[in-house]
Protein backbone atom coordinates (compact mmCIF):
# COMPACT_ATOMS: atom_id res chain seq x y z
CA UNK A 1 0.00 0.00 0.00
CA UNK A 2 1.03 3.32 -1.08
CA UNK A 3 0.28 6.25 1.06
CA UNK A 4 0.44 10.17 0.42
CA UNK A 5 1.28 12.28 2.74
CA UNK A 6 0.85 16.10 2.73
CA UNK A 7 1.29 17.87 -1.01
CA UNK A 8 2.40 15.17 -3.29
CA UNK A 9 1.12 13.47 -5.66
CA UNK A 10 1.75 10.32 -6.06
CA UNK A 11 1.03 7.86 -8.63
CA UNK A 12 1.21 4.01 -8.18
CA UNK A 13 1.35 2.32 -11.00
CA UNK A 14 1.35 -0.74 -9.46
CA UNK A 15 2.76 -4.50 -10.71
CA UNK A 16 3.13 -4.46 -14.49
CA UNK A 17 1.97 -8.26 -15.59
CA UNK A 18 4.03 -9.19 -17.67
CA UNK A 19 3.46 -11.80 -20.24
CA UNK A 20 5.98 -14.57 -20.67
CA UNK A 21 5.73 -15.81 -24.31
CA UNK A 22 5.37 -19.90 -24.63
CA UNK A 23 7.88 -20.64 -27.08
CA UNK A 24 11.06 -18.52 -26.35
CA UNK A 25 14.21 -20.29 -27.56
CA UNK A 26 17.32 -18.57 -26.41
CA UNK A 27 19.08 -16.77 -29.07
CA UNK A 28 22.39 -18.18 -30.66
CA UNK A 29 21.65 -21.13 -27.84
CA UNK A 30 22.76 -18.88 -25.20
CA UNK A 31 20.55 -16.01 -24.61
CA UNK A 32 18.04 -16.72 -22.68
CA UNK A 33 14.23 -15.29 -22.56
CA UNK A 34 14.92 -12.78 -25.48
CA UNK A 35 10.71 -12.34 -26.71
CA UNK A 36 9.61 -11.82 -22.64
CA UNK A 37 12.32 -9.27 -21.74
CA UNK A 38 11.83 -7.33 -24.80
CA UNK A 39 8.01 -7.66 -24.29
CA UNK A 40 7.98 -6.59 -21.08
CA UNK A 41 10.69 -3.59 -21.80
CA UNK A 42 8.37 -2.28 -24.41
CA UNK A 43 5.19 -2.14 -21.56
CA UNK A 44 7.91 -0.81 -19.65
CA UNK A 45 9.37 1.91 -21.82
CA UNK A 46 5.21 2.89 -22.32
CA UNK A 47 4.80 3.29 -18.65
CA UNK A 48 7.76 5.07 -17.85
CA UNK A 49 7.51 7.64 -20.85
CA UNK A 50 4.01 8.41 -19.55
CA UNK A 51 4.91 8.93 -16.24
CA UNK A 52 7.95 11.26 -17.23
CA UNK A 53 5.85 13.21 -19.94
CA UNK A 54 3.28 13.94 -17.25
CA UNK A 55 5.60 15.43 -15.11
CA UNK A 56 6.68 12.72 -12.59
CA UNK A 57 9.91 11.63 -11.20
CA UNK A 58 9.60 7.87 -12.00
CA UNK A 59 10.89 5.07 -9.02
CA UNK A 60 10.80 1.73 -10.90
CA UNK A 61 11.20 -0.81 -8.81
CA UNK A 62 12.39 -4.27 -9.74
CA UNK A 63 12.89 -6.85 -10.77
CA UNK A 64 16.83 -7.65 -12.32
CA UNK A 65 18.79 -5.15 -14.24
CA UNK A 66 17.52 -6.08 -17.47
CA UNK A 67 14.20 -3.06 -16.87
CA UNK A 68 16.52 -0.57 -17.26
CA UNK A 69 16.22 -1.29 -21.06
CA UNK A 70 12.73 -0.54 -20.56
CA UNK A 71 12.68 2.82 -18.25
CA UNK A 72 16.15 4.46 -19.78
CA UNK A 73 14.53 4.43 -23.43
CA UNK A 74 11.03 5.31 -21.42
CA UNK A 75 12.83 8.33 -19.80
CA UNK A 76 14.53 9.16 -22.93
CA UNK A 77 11.33 9.44 -25.25
CA UNK A 78 10.67 12.79 -23.50
CA UNK A 79 14.12 13.78 -22.13
CA UNK A 80 16.93 12.69 -24.67
CA UNK A 81 19.42 14.49 -23.24
CA UNK A 82 19.09 11.97 -20.14
CA UNK A 83 22.45 10.92 -18.94
CA UNK A 84 23.04 7.65 -16.48
CA UNK A 85 24.20 7.12 -13.55
CA UNK A 86 25.02 3.71 -13.37
CA UNK A 87 25.56 1.86 -9.60
CA UNK A 88 26.54 -1.55 -9.79
CA UNK A 89 29.19 -3.83 -8.73
CA UNK A 90 28.77 -5.28 -12.51
CA UNK A 91 29.10 -2.90 -15.76
CA UNK A 92 26.00 -4.87 -17.55
CA UNK A 93 27.30 -3.95 -20.85
CA UNK A 94 28.15 -7.51 -22.39
CA UNK A 95 26.61 -7.95 -25.84
CA UNK A 96 24.53 -10.97 -26.72
CA UNK A 97 28.24 -12.17 -28.41
CA UNK A 98 30.18 -11.43 -25.49
CA UNK A 99 27.77 -12.74 -23.24
CA UNK A 100 28.98 -16.17 -21.00
CA UNK A 101 26.18 -16.53 -18.69
CA UNK A 102 23.40 -15.53 -21.67
CA UNK A 103 21.57 -13.44 -19.20
CA UNK A 104 19.80 -10.37 -20.12
CA UNK A 105 20.02 -8.87 -17.58
CA UNK A 106 24.02 -8.86 -17.82
CA UNK A 107 23.83 -6.72 -21.23
CA UNK A 108 21.03 -3.83 -20.90
CA UNK A 109 23.53 -1.03 -22.08
CA UNK A 110 24.44 -2.89 -24.74
CA UNK A 111 21.34 -1.96 -26.80
CA UNK A 112 21.45 1.13 -25.91
CA UNK A 113 24.51 3.17 -26.64
CA UNK A 114 24.46 4.06 -29.99
CA UNK A 115 27.84 3.30 -30.50
CA UNK A 116 27.97 0.18 -29.66
CA UNK A 117 24.96 -0.97 -32.42
CA UNK A 118 27.52 -1.95 -34.76
CA UNK A 119 28.86 -5.05 -32.47
CA UNK A 120 24.92 -5.64 -31.58
CA UNK A 121 22.69 -8.55 -33.07
CA UNK A 122 19.03 -7.50 -33.17
CA UNK A 123 17.70 -10.67 -30.50
CA UNK A 124 14.25 -11.32 -31.23
CA UNK A 125 11.45 -9.28 -29.12
CA UNK A 126 14.12 -6.07 -29.44
CA UNK A 127 13.31 -4.49 -32.69
CA UNK A 128 11.25 -1.95 -31.29
CA UNK A 129 14.43 -0.83 -29.32
CA UNK A 130 16.16 2.57 -30.53
CA UNK A 131 19.61 2.91 -29.15
CA UNK A 132 19.18 6.20 -27.20
CA UNK A 133 22.47 7.13 -25.16
CA UNK A 134 25.87 8.06 -25.95
CA UNK A 135 28.71 6.44 -24.24
CA UNK A 136 30.11 10.10 -22.80
CA UNK A 137 26.68 10.21 -21.15
CA UNK A 138 27.04 7.16 -18.84
CA UNK A 139 28.97 7.14 -15.72
CA UNK A 140 29.31 4.02 -13.48
CA UNK A 141 30.39 3.84 -9.72
CA UNK A 142 31.11 0.90 -7.86
CA UNK A 143 31.99 -1.80 -10.19
CA UNK A 144 34.34 -4.32 -9.30
CA UNK A 145 32.89 -7.76 -11.01
CA UNK A 146 33.93 -6.66 -14.84
CA UNK A 147 34.00 -8.89 -17.81
CA UNK A 148 37.03 -8.58 -19.95
CA UNK A 149 35.03 -7.78 -23.22
CA UNK A 150 32.76 -5.14 -20.77
CA UNK A 151 36.60 -3.96 -19.52
CA UNK A 152 37.07 -3.51 -23.74
CA UNK A 153 34.29 -1.54 -24.16
CA UNK A 154 34.65 0.98 -21.12
CA UNK A 155 38.27 1.28 -21.97
CA UNK A 156 37.56 1.76 -26.19
CA UNK A 157 34.29 3.73 -25.59
CA UNK A 158 35.20 6.22 -23.61
CA UNK A 159 32.85 5.36 -20.84
CA UNK A 160 33.90 6.55 -17.37
CA UNK A 161 33.83 4.63 -14.63
CA UNK A 162 34.93 4.47 -10.94
CA UNK A 163 35.37 1.05 -9.55
CA UNK A 164 36.04 0.48 -5.91
CA UNK A 165 39.61 0.63 -6.38
CA UNK A 166 39.00 4.22 -7.60
CA UNK A 167 36.59 4.77 -4.52
CA UNK A 168 39.29 3.71 -2.53
CA UNK A 169 41.65 5.81 -4.02
CA UNK A 170 39.71 8.69 -4.46
CA UNK A 171 36.75 9.10 -2.04
CA UNK A 172 33.17 9.37 -2.87
CA UNK A 173 33.01 12.57 -2.67
CA UNK A 174 35.86 13.42 -5.56
CA UNK A 175 33.75 10.47 -7.13
CA UNK A 176 30.49 12.40 -7.88
CA UNK A 177 32.60 15.14 -7.90
CA UNK A 178 34.11 14.18 -11.17
CA UNK A 179 30.81 11.99 -11.66
CA UNK A 180 28.65 15.46 -12.14
CA UNK A 181 32.15 17.07 -14.26
CA UNK A 182 31.39 14.65 -16.65
CA UNK A 183 27.79 14.64 -16.56
CA UNK A 184 26.56 18.17 -15.73
CA UNK A 185 29.25 20.05 -15.59
CA UNK A 186 28.87 21.89 -18.90
CA UNK A 187 25.00 21.97 -19.42
CA UNK A 188 22.46 21.04 -16.83
CA UNK A 189 20.59 17.62 -17.92
CA UNK A 190 18.08 15.26 -16.37
CA UNK A 191 19.64 12.16 -14.07
CA UNK A 192 18.65 8.88 -14.58
CA UNK A 193 19.67 6.63 -11.91
CA UNK A 194 20.11 3.08 -12.54
CA UNK A 195 20.90 1.72 -8.85
CA UNK A 196 21.92 -2.37 -8.13
CA UNK A 197 21.16 -3.19 -4.32
CA UNK A 198 24.29 -5.70 -4.97
CA UNK A 199 26.72 -2.04 -5.57
CA UNK A 200 26.53 -2.43 -1.54
CA UNK A 201 28.49 -4.55 -0.01
CA UNK A 202 26.94 -8.17 0.74
CA UNK A 203 27.18 -8.16 4.24
CA UNK A 204 24.90 -4.78 3.89
CA UNK A 205 22.55 -6.29 1.18
CA UNK A 206 22.33 -10.08 0.97
CA UNK A 207 19.57 -10.76 -0.66
CA UNK A 208 20.35 -10.27 -4.09
CA UNK A 209 21.20 -12.59 -6.88
CA UNK A 210 25.15 -11.63 -8.25
CA UNK A 211 26.92 -10.66 -4.55
CA UNK A 212 30.18 -9.60 -4.91
CA UNK A 213 32.27 -8.87 -1.87
CA UNK A 214 33.83 -5.42 -1.39
CA UNK A 215 31.24 -3.32 -2.26
CA UNK A 216 29.78 0.05 -0.93
CA UNK A 217 29.85 0.88 2.60
CA UNK A 218 26.46 2.31 3.52
CA UNK A 219 27.54 5.95 4.04
CA UNK A 220 29.55 5.77 0.34
CA UNK A 221 26.41 4.41 -1.07
CA UNK A 222 24.03 7.39 0.71
CA UNK A 223 26.47 10.11 -0.35
CA UNK A 224 26.12 8.99 -3.73
CA UNK A 225 22.24 9.45 -3.55
CA UNK A 226 22.51 12.91 -1.33
CA UNK A 227 24.76 14.34 -3.91
CA UNK A 228 22.57 13.36 -6.63
CA UNK A 229 19.32 15.01 -4.91
CA UNK A 230 21.62 18.11 -4.38
CA UNK A 231 21.93 18.64 -8.17
CA UNK A 232 20.06 21.36 -9.63
CA UNK A 233 16.65 23.09 -8.40
CA UNK A 234 14.36 22.87 -5.38
CA UNK A 235 11.41 20.66 -5.45
CA UNK A 236 9.99 18.79 -2.33
CA UNK A 237 7.99 16.43 -2.21
CA UNK A 238 6.42 13.18 0.72
CA UNK A 239 5.45 9.96 0.19
CA UNK A 240 5.28 6.97 2.16
CA UNK A 241 5.78 3.56 1.04
CA UNK A 242 4.57 1.28 3.73
CA UNK A 243 5.59 1.46 7.13
CA UNK A 244 8.88 2.24 8.45
CA UNK A 245 7.77 6.04 8.77
CA UNK A 246 10.14 8.69 10.45
CA UNK A 247 8.42 11.67 11.11
CA UNK A 248 9.09 15.49 10.23
CA UNK A 249 10.27 15.54 7.08
CA UNK A 250 9.68 18.15 4.00
CA UNK A 251 6.44 18.53 2.19
CA UNK A 252 5.61 18.22 -1.83
CA UNK A 253 5.72 20.10 -4.92
CA UNK A 254 6.44 17.48 -7.18
CA UNK A 255 4.98 14.32 -8.42
CA UNK A 256 6.26 10.89 -8.59
CA UNK A 257 5.26 7.48 -10.18
CA UNK A 258 6.52 4.26 -8.86
CA UNK A 259 6.30 1.40 -11.27
CA UNK A 260 6.47 -2.14 -9.50
CA UNK A 261 7.19 -4.47 -12.39
CA UNK A 262 8.08 -7.36 -10.64
CA UNK A 263 8.44 -9.54 -7.03
CA UNK A 264 11.62 -8.69 -6.54
CA UNK A 265 10.92 -5.87 -4.77
CA UNK A 266 8.12 -6.88 -2.64
CA UNK A 267 9.58 -7.21 0.12
CA UNK A 268 10.12 -3.12 0.08
CA UNK A 269 6.49 -3.11 -0.27
CA UNK A 270 5.27 -4.90 1.73
CA UNK A 271 7.74 -4.59 4.95
CA UNK A 272 8.77 -0.79 4.52
CA UNK A 273 7.14 3.07 4.63
CA UNK A 274 9.22 5.60 3.35
CA UNK A 275 8.64 8.81 3.60
CA UNK A 276 10.46 10.40 0.71
CA UNK A 277 11.20 13.75 0.66
CA UNK A 278 11.52 15.40 -2.86
CA UNK A 279 14.23 18.08 -3.15
CA UNK A 280 14.98 16.11 -6.15
CA UNK A 281 17.38 18.30 -8.14
CA UNK A 282 18.10 16.92 -11.82
CA UNK A 283 17.04 12.98 -10.92
CA UNK A 284 14.13 12.81 -12.84
CA UNK A 285 14.21 8.79 -13.23
CA UNK A 286 15.69 5.90 -10.39
CA UNK A 287 15.48 2.52 -11.20
CA UNK A 288 15.91 0.12 -8.07
CA UNK A 289 16.63 -3.48 -9.05
CA UNK A 290 18.36 -6.78 -7.72
CA UNK A 291 16.12 -6.43 -4.25
CA UNK A 292 15.22 -10.57 -3.94
CA UNK A 293 13.89 -11.23 -0.67
CA UNK A 294 13.35 -14.83 -1.69
CA UNK A 295 17.23 -14.84 -2.46
CA UNK A 296 17.79 -14.22 1.73
CA UNK A 297 18.65 -16.94 4.02
CA UNK A 298 16.57 -15.33 6.98
CA UNK A 299 14.05 -12.59 7.60
CA UNK A 300 16.90 -10.31 9.31
CA UNK A 301 18.58 -10.63 5.91
CA UNK A 302 14.97 -9.37 3.70
CA UNK A 303 14.60 -7.17 5.80
CA UNK A 304 18.28 -5.20 5.66
CA UNK A 305 18.18 -5.59 2.13
CA UNK A 306 14.78 -3.88 1.66
CA UNK A 307 15.51 -1.40 4.05
CA UNK A 308 18.17 -0.33 2.30
CA UNK A 309 16.66 0.24 -0.72
CA UNK A 310 14.70 2.11 0.97
CA UNK A 311 16.88 4.34 2.32
CA UNK A 312 18.22 4.86 -1.29
CA UNK A 313 15.12 5.97 -2.82
CA UNK A 314 14.63 8.32 0.42
CA UNK A 315 17.95 9.66 0.29
CA UNK A 316 17.72 10.11 -3.44
CA UNK A 317 14.70 12.33 -3.25
CA UNK A 318 15.39 14.70 -0.32
CA UNK A 319 16.14 12.29 2.96
CA UNK A 320 19.58 13.62 4.17
CA UNK A 321 20.95 12.33 7.35
CA UNK A 322 22.12 16.25 8.42
CA UNK A 323 18.23 17.18 9.14
CA UNK A 324 17.20 19.78 7.02
CA UNK A 325 13.66 19.24 7.30
CA UNK A 326 12.25 22.20 5.40
CA UNK A 327 8.64 21.34 6.75
CA UNK A 328 10.08 21.94 10.48
CA UNK A 329 9.76 25.74 10.06
CA UNK A 330 9.32 26.45 13.96
CA UNK A 331 9.96 25.46 17.40
CA UNK A 332 6.68 24.69 19.68
CA UNK A 333 5.88 27.45 22.67
CA UNK A 334 4.42 26.51 25.69
CA UNK A 335 1.29 28.26 25.87
CA UNK A 336 1.08 29.49 28.99
CA UNK A 337 4.40 30.19 31.86
CA UNK A 338 1.84 28.03 33.99
CA UNK A 339 2.11 25.15 31.47
CA UNK A 340 6.05 25.10 31.28
CA UNK A 341 6.24 24.85 34.83
CA UNK A 342 4.17 21.84 35.08
CA UNK A 343 6.35 20.45 32.43
CA UNK A 344 9.11 21.12 34.56
CA UNK A 345 7.49 19.96 37.37
CA UNK A 346 7.36 16.32 35.96
CA UNK A 347 10.68 16.38 34.70
CA UNK A 348 12.09 16.97 37.70
MN1 LIG B 1 24.81 -5.96 -10.52
Not at 8 to 17: I, P, R, V
Not at 267 to 281: D, E, T, Y
Request: proline share 6%.
Amino acid sequence: MIELYTRCHLKDFGDLNFTNVLKDDPYNNLVVYPRSVGLANQELAEVVSQAVSGGYSCVTMGGDHSLAIGTIIGHARHHPDLCVIWVDAHADINTPLTTVSGNIHGQPLSFLVRELQDKVPQLPGFSWIKPCLSSPSIVYIGLRDVEPPEHFILKNYDIQYFSMRDIDRLGIQKVMEQTFDRLIGKRQRPIHLSFDIDAFDPKLAPATGTPVVGGLTYREGVYITEEIHNTGFLCVALAVLNSLCRPGWPRTQKSICLCLPSAGTKGVRHHHLAQLSFLSGLLSALDLVEVNPHLATSEEEAKATASLAVDVIASSFGQTRGGGHIVYDHLPTPSSPHESQNEECVRI
